[in-house]
């Protein structure tokens, strides 16, 4: 795995570690560290555990790097939400099959993923849609695709998701009847599909959700041959540490076996941040002390969008030998650019004596730190490192553990 790394160009460090990287280097840029292990142990959590087929939700995290570890941990389904996505992927994993999710796309991002890269999978959410999906597959001798999965999104709750994902999309109860009726007609497999919100943190929201979906099969008398639950999966950050995977797996499995739907159905999810959270934290230096404020080199318009814009706390440690034997207090972060927007309320815990020089590790922020990252003011990201210690929390490696205990018992 290491090597292979090696050979995309990324510095190596074995054995390393976030402590051994800072003090080591002493990096005047912030360091992204990279754990291939973790992302393809929650793979393959995913791929062995969830009741139906995984697709990687590439938007959390589009690193090429990435999406051949889940690959090889056996995700071979991926969500795509853009033609830059669907030509990455492709590019990236040519036996991958590429599924288009957005629901509303351009006619020439729809034709050139169905006949240039073999995309047969798509999603909408109003008639108009239907109806370009159908133009835009249909070749220039006149002939209409027939090879065509079609998921039709509803619109459901967010009440139970620290990120809401309500408004935008989906079909609301009025609108699915026909909406329904009609993609049956030229759609060779209906699927149904919606999305929780981002970082759910009950599974109950599966279950309501999954009641909306009979609804709409029972209202417009169809037959469905895909039930997508969409993303949603949480990870575990400060404040929010939602119940285990499993629980989200049952329920959701319990409720799927309800519908009105054939033996033959497909179940599917979407899962982004459960599959990626995990895979990268950041490096970053205090280059001065305020009270309780910290003036960081990374921030808002790096990989700390969701800490500066909708107050994400994630988990920090101080990366210092000796350790500080001071308490913990409660600090604010500002980043580096010139913007007093590039400000992290959080409250981050840290030693009552950081100071200017130190350097802080930043977690779980394989999902959607590097996507949202930019260049604003000049300030860039530095080295990229691959190491093997653990993330700084995990859903998966207590399960992990209990499987290597459960084959030492059993031998």
């Given at each position: 795995?290491?090597?292979?790394?090696?050979?995309?160009?990324?510095?190596?460090?074995?054995?390393?570690?976030?402590?051994?990287?800072?003090?080591?280097k002493r990096p005047v840029q912030p360091v992204t560290l990279i754990r291939p292990h973790a992302a393809a142990r929650a793979a393959r959590y995913f791929v062995e555990k969830f009741p139906g087929r995984s697709l990687y939700a590439v938007k959390a995290n589009p690193s090429p790097d990435l999406i051949r570890v889940l690959w090889d941990a056996g995700v071979t389904h991926y969500d795509v939400a853009s033609i830059a996505e669907v030509?990455?992927?492709?590019?990236?994993?040519?036996?991958?099959?590429?599924?288009?999710?957005?629901?509303?796309?351009?006619?020439?991002?729809?034709?050139?993923?169905?006949?240039?890269?073999?995309?047969?999978?798509?999603?909408?959410?109003?008639?108009?849609?239907?109806?370009?999906?159908?133009?835009?597959?249909?070749?220039?001798?006149?002939?209409?695709?027939?090879?065509?999965?079609?998921?039709?999104?509803?619109?459901?709750?967010?009440?139970?998701?620290?990120?809401?994902?309500?408004?935008?999309?989906?079909?609301?109860?009025?609108?699915?009847?026909?909406?329904?009726?009609?993609?049956?007609?030229?759609?060779?497999?209906?699927?149904?599909?919606?999305?929780?919100?981002?970082?759910?943190?009950?599974?109950?929201?599966?279950?309501?959700?999954?009641?909306?979906?009979?609804?709409?099969?029972?209202?417009?008398?169809?037959?469905?041959?895909?039930?997508?639950?969409?993303?949603?999966?949480?990870?575990?950050?400060?404040?929010?540490?939602?119940?285990?995977?499993?629980?989200?797996?049952?329920?959701?499995?319990?409720?799927?076996?309800?519908?009105?739907?054939?033996?033959?159905?497909?179940?599917?999810?979407?899962?982004?941040?459960?599959?990626?959270?995990?895979?990268?934290?950041?490096?970053?230096?205090?280059?001065?002390?305020?009270?309780?404020?910290?003036?960081?080199?990374?921030?808002?318009?790096?990989?700390?969008?969701?800490?500066?814009?909708?107050?994400?706390?994630?988990?920090?440690?101080?990366?210092?030998?000796?350790?500080?034997?001071?308490?913990?207090?409660?600090?604010?972060?500002?980043?580096?650019?010139?913007?007093?927007?590039?400000?992290?309320?959080?409250?981050?815990?840290?030693?009552?004596?950081?100071?200017?020089?130190?350097?802080?590790?930043?977690?779980?922020?394989?999902?959607?730190?590097?996507?949202?990252?930019?260049?604003?003011?000049?300030?860039?990201?530095?080295?990229?490192?691959?190491?093997?210690?653990?993330?700084?929390?995990?859903?998966?490696?207590?399960?992990?553990?209990?499987?290597?205990?459960?084959?030492?018992?059993?031998?």
């Open positions: 795995m290491h090597k292979h790394h090696s050979a995309l160009g990324l510095a190596t460090a074995p054995s390393g570690s976030a402590r051994g990287i800072a003090l080591a030509r990455m992927v492709a590019a990236t994993l040519p036996g991958a099959t590429l599924c288009f999710m957005h629901p509303v796309k351009a006619a020439e991002a729809i034709e050139e993923a169905y006949f240039q890269h073999g995309v047969r999978v798509f999603s909408l959410d109003s008639i108009e849609e239907l109806e370009k999906i159908v133009a835009a597959t249909t070749d220039s001798d006149g002939n209409a695709a027939t090879d065509l999965t079609l998921c039709v999104r509803l619109r459901v709750s967010s009440e139970h998701s620290m990120l809401s994902l309500a408004s935008k999309f989906g079909a609301a109860p009025g609108e699915t009847k026909e909406l329904l009726f009609r993609t049956r007609q030229v759609a060779d497999a209906l699927g149904i599909c919606f999305h929780v919100g981002s970082q759910a943190m009950t599974p109950e929201a599966y279950a309501q959700a999954i009641e909306r979906v009979r609804a709409a099969i029972v209202d417009a008398a169809v037959t469905v041959d895909v039930v997508d639950v969409g993303g949603g999966f949480p990870s575990s950050y400060p404040g929010m540490e939602p119940p285990p995977l499993d629980r989200y797996f049952e329920t959701i499995h319990r409720a799927y076996e309800s519908l009105p739907i054939s033996y033959s159905a497909e179940l599917w999810a979407e899962p982004g941040r459960a599959l990626c959270a995990e895979y990268s934290s950041l490096i970053v230096r205090v280059e001065r002390r305020r009270g309780a404020e910290l003036y960081i080199n990374d921030g808002a318009y790096g990989a700390l969008f969701d800490a500066a814009h909708i107050g994400w706390r994630f988990p920090v440690a101080l990366l210092r030998e000796p350790d500080s034997n001071a308490r913990d207090m409660e600090f604010s972060f500002y980043g580096p650019t010139c913007d007093d927007m590039d400000h992290m309320a959080g409250p981050f815990l840290l030693p009552a004596d950081v100071q200017a020089g130190d350097y802080i590790e930043i977690g779980m922020l394989g999902a959607y730190g590097s996507a949202m990252r930019t260049a604003f003011n000049g300030f860039t990201n530095g080295e990229t490192v691959v190491v093997d210690d653990e993330p700084m929390t995990s859903l998966y490696r207590d399960e992990e553990d209990e499987t290597v205990r459960a084959n030492v018992v059993t031998l």
